[in-house]
């Protein structure tokens, strides 16, 4: 579960992009694994924060979560600590910008700063 915070706050009930419902400027969304959503979210504005949640889960699970991953879990870590690494590794991992391919093969974008595509030429 994630916790998004709409970009420029509105009282009471609104729709965002995906049609997310925001009450108060804040909405509650499952993200799951999907990327381009997250990734539009950013592009956005939107803010995101993937920690929401974490606390409700065994450690079991975050371990589970975290080796799921690849990361070699030390048996020393302890719940903070795993919320925190999880917490560190979706962030980092959390493209800003994505990186499309024209139908030429030519790429657009660097995944790291906005691209303008180009208008095709008649």
Sequence with gaps: MARITHPTFAPGRSKGLAGIEFIDGFAEVDLG??????????????????????????????????????????????????IERLAQHRELNTEKFATAELPDGTVIGDGESLATLPVAED
């Design 33 to 82: 694994d999907n990327d381009i959503l997250r990734q539009a979210l950013v592009q956005h504005g939107y803010g995101i924060d993937e920690t929401v949640g974490l606390d409700e889960r065994t450690v079991a699970e975050l371990r589970a979560e975290l080796e799921g991953l690849g990361y070699d879990v030390k048996t020393s870590w302890r719940k903070p600590e795993l």
